[in-house]
């Protein structure tokens, strides 16, 4: 069984343009999450999605980010007009319908904006 | 929302040797409770969680953590590390109301030597 896939893995963007990260969860799993980890600090929580549905983004920045889980395909991260502040790792993690803790991570994407 | 704090940032240990991660977490009425083992540029893996039942909870590659309601604690332990257990260690906790957001510590770091 194939884990949560992230890609890319490294992604360099200039300041200014637009980041997309991808997520693919666990087959069989509908419930997505996506975390942000800056330099030397824990995972931040920004935004929980189900297929077509927006659930809780309350920790997602108010600009620039948004997130989507569409019905088919996989669950799509977007930075528009990066900045260097948001160079860090973006986690996916995934859990089947009816359980929502112990979930899975992805390996995450590496995101540098120079 | 749920404050966690890892009270080492760093541990070094000689292989064999025991090892204890502390972890404390803001108080709450329930909460679940989780350790992650991060890998160099990997994602995060389950070591262990506990939901409820027996304090001692026991997970992969031999660790166990124990879950203390009265001092808000859920140190992890591994009485005889090995090289491979080099790694970043994350507690985590979620409350029963939003079971699906995690809030981390900052991480400890754990340096396994010869």
């Known amino acids: 069984n194939a884990g949560v896939m992230q890609n890319p893995r490294h992604l360099v963007r200039r300041r200014g343009q637009e980041a997309r990260l991808r997520c693919s969860p666990m087959k069989g799993h509908s419930h997505v999450y996506w975390y942000r980890q800056l330099p030397e600090e824990g995972l931040k929580f920004m935004v929980y999605l189900q297929k077509e549905n927006i659930i809780d983004e309350s920790g997602m920045p108010k600009e620039r980010f948004s997130a989507e889980f569409p019905k088919e395909g996989p669950s799509i991260l977007r930075i528009q007009q990066v900045v260097r502040g948001d160079s860090a790792a973006y986690f996916c993690?995934?859990?089947?319908?009816?359980?929502?803790?112990?979930?899975?991570f992805g390996s995450g994407t590496r995101l540098t904006v120079v | 929302a749920q404050s966690v704090t890892q009270l080492d940032s760093q541990v070094p240990v000689f292989e064999e040797a025991p090892v204890e991660l502390r972890c404390n977490y803001s108080s709450s009425v329930s909460v679940y409770l989780f350790w992650y083992v991060q890998y160099p540029n990997q994602g995060l893996q389950l070591l262990l969680k506990y939901l409820s039942g027996s304090t001692l909870v026991k997970g992969i590659n031999g660790f166990e953590a124990e879950f203390n309601k009265s001092q808000t604690s859920f140190h992890l332990r591994k009485p005889s590390v090995h090289i491979s257990d080099t790694a970043e260690y994350f507690c985590?906790?979620?409350?029963?109301?939003?079971?699906?957001?995690?809030?981390f510590g900052a991480g400890t770091t754990v340096t396994v030597r010869a």
């Open positions: 985590a906790v979620s409350d029963g109301s939003n079971d699906y957001k995690l809030s």
């Open positions: 993690a995934s859990s089947p319908r009816g359980r929502r803790s112990g979930y899975t």
